[in-house]
């Protein structure tokens, strides 16, 4: 085709042309078709994020707003130096390193059901599907009450457990909290888990698991050796998505403990600076806190499992 | 044997699935039809020891619910339509159309489902005051969209790579115009992934929270998540156990109409693209 320059006035120049016409025609096109997304996804993220970025260098409180100062880099010192930030931020961890762990592993379990199950798949999906479906703050409602004292079920039919008693108050100290608002999380996340691993599982071949049981491995080798490793992909989605959610938790907090115990979240940290104390200087650099360690925890993910972004796909 | 044991197995393991993810929905269930007198004293069985449809009838007469309600319906309708037309351009070029800048779109996305929610609410906050979008419906839909997109874009563009287009051509030689081919052959074949892009997208925006509670302040947009945690009763030593019951059987009732109308969809869009390669 580059000839076509060399050549002077040949046929070969009008057909090259032209293919490069409708070259520029579907290149054209396509970024046309793809523009309102695009302008609708950066207008309430990218904008907003480099507002945040140039707020949080100032003092700036909607309760005295003339008092708008620029004050540098100070509102991250006394973020980073505030024990505060730094327990809601072991908080937020604990909650999505656990969540993710038992969720993954009755996620799988679940999978695992659902693969071999010959009868009533409908039926099964229908109710998986339930939970996933569910509000989030409907979702923290029913386990509230679940633990509540003097409405709940927990403490009457789990008495016989040492550490249970008819008036165990869940919401009076901090891990029984952490521990209701983790049970309502990995209640509606679990079935998200389960189909993508279910999509995983069912990609592994079964030609491969048979050859491993004809070679005597046993069952927990098969697990081991030939079903997780084949299914390395699914799991790192089902991680990366559900760990990022979890550490972003801030409805079943809301609802349940509104941070009470010190069970707050970094989420509900921000939210509260800022609705709550107008403080936007502050917010704003806690929003961007936040954000970097969003970020950061996206590649350590996808670092720790060494696969291609691009066959992820979003969950939002 | 070994098979038995294998039956058995998935047996109780589909009871247990279906205890999961049923007990908590049933205990909401119940605890609607217990009366106000029964939660106040404190009653810890499990079903209700005199029914009644007390707060189903405190519910309907709440205004602010109805409105609630309205609001929620309204938002995640427009959203859900909104954002599907946007992600069906964006995803028929995703999918058919060589251009520059494809990967960088994919990205966008990918970022955007990671995005902390959160860090938005401060500059929105601020920036919807500006534009005397503070609580109005405008103000949730906007955001709904750009969150909404992201996971519609690869939905679709899933479903798109799976359509045999040359059928259109095929359509075309036959005789038929290219509105047509469009019409009778494309449009059959698409519409399945748009309706369960639709279908997720319904659910975040009938979700959502964080900004709900944010960028509202009043009955005229608060959605229904916001309105029931903002929901005391009249005596705040004893939360409305029963009319919060009741509240959450009446807004999960649409998921799971939704969810045994069209559980197949769901799944195949939950998981299209999501173990590829």
Redesign the interface.
């Known amino acids: 085709m580059s000839t076509a320059v060399a050549t002077p006035a040949t046929k070969a120049a009008p057909s090259a042309a032209a293919r490069s016409d409708r ?1 520029v025609a ?6 046309k ?2 523009l ?3 302008v ?6 990218a ?3 480099i ?2 970025l140039y ?1 949080s260098l100032f003092r700036y409180r909607l309760t005295t707003p003339d008092d708008k100062e620029f004050i540098g880099v100070s509102n991250y010192t006394t973020i980073l130096g505030d024990s505060l930030f730094w327990k809601d931020t072991l908080n937020t961890v604990i909650i999505m390193i656990v969540t993710v762990a038992v969720e993954l592993v009755i996620g799988f ?2 999978a ?3 693969h ?2 010959v009868f ?1 798949r ?18 923290a ?3 509230q ?2 633990f ?6 927990v ?2 039919w789990f008495h016989w457990l040492p550490w249970i008693g ?1 008036d165990t108050n869940w919401f009076g100290s901090h891990w029984p909290a952490m521990f209701a608002i983790m049970v309502s999380e990995i ?1 509606k996340t ?3 888990m389960s ?2 691993l ?3 599982l069912s ?1 592994v071949s079964e030609d491969m698991i048979e050859a491993a049981k004809v070679d005597g491995a046993t069952a927990w080798q098969r697990l081991w050796k030939v079903i997780l490793p084949n ?1 390395r ?2 799991i790192m ?1 089902a991680v ?2 559900r760990a ?1 959610d979890a ?2 938790i ?2 079943n907090i ?2 349940m403990t509104r941070g009470a115990q010190d069970t707050e979240s ?2 509900f940290l ?2 509260r ?3 709550e104390q107008f403080q ?1 200087g502050l ?2 650099a806690l ?2 806190l ?2 970097l360690t ?1 970020l950061l925890l ?1 590649w350590l993910i996808t670092a720790m499992f060494r696969v ?9 | 044997m070994n098979r038995g044991r294998t039956i058995l197995g998935t047996w109780a393991g589909f009871l247990v699935i279906l205890v999961w993810c049923l007990l908590p929905v049933v205990w909401i269930l119940s605890l609607s039809f217990k009366g106000p007198d029964e939660t106040a004293a404190g009653s810890p069985h499990f079903l209700p020891e005199t029914w009644t449809l007390q707060n189903y009838k405190d519910i309907f007469n709440d205004g602010d619910f109805l409105d609630a309600l309205r609001n929620s319906f309204g938002i995640a309708i427009i959203a859900t339509a909104l954002s599907v037309v946007f992600a069906t351009l964006a995803a028929y070029a995703i999918a058919r159309l060589e251009f520059k800048g494809k990967r960088a779109v994919l990205s966008l996305a990918l970022a955007i489902a990671m995005f902390p929610v959160v860090s938005l609410v401060g500059p929105l906050f601020d920036m919807w005051r500006t534009f005397h979008l503070f609580n109005t419906w405008p103000g949730l839909i906007i955001p709904y969209m750009s969150f909404t997109l992201p996971l519609a874009i690869w939905t679709l563009s899933a479903f798109f790579r799976e359509i045999p287009w040359e059928m259109e051509q095929a359509a075309q030689v036959d005789g038929a115009t290219s509105w047509q081919a469009f019409r009778k052959v494309i449009v059959p074949l698409a519409a399945p992934g748009v309706f369960t892009a639709a279908i997720l997208t319904f659910f975040f925006a009938w979700n959502e929270f964080v900004l709900a509670i944010s960028l509202t302040s009043t009955t005229s947009s608060r959605t229904v998540p916001a309105q029931m945690s903002f929901f005391v009763g009249p005596d705040p030593f004893n939360p409305p156990y029963g009319q919060l019951a009741t509240a959450s059987v009446v807004v999960t009732v649409p998921i799971i109409l939704i969810v045994l109308l069209f559980q197949r969809k769901i799944v195949a869009g939950l998981t299209s693209g999501a173990v590829k390669g």
């Open positions: 070259t579907e290149n054209r096109l396509g970024q078709l793809v309102p997304a695009v609708v996804m950066l207008v309430v993220t904008w907003p994020m507002q945040a707020l379990a679940f695992m059901v659902m071999r199950i009533a409908g039926a099964i999906r229908t109710a998986i599907l339930i939970p996933y479906g569910i509000i989030t703050v409907v979702s409602f029913a386990w009450f679940t509540s004292i003097n409405n709940g079920w403490n009457s008819p209640w679990t079935p998200f189909l993508l279910l999509a995983g990609q299914m992909a699914a989605v990366l998505f990022l550490f972003r801030f409805d809301f609802v970094s989420s921000t939210y600076q800022v609705i936007l917010g704003s929003s961007v936040l954000f969003v996206a291609d972004l691009a066959q992820a796909r979003g969950e939002g």
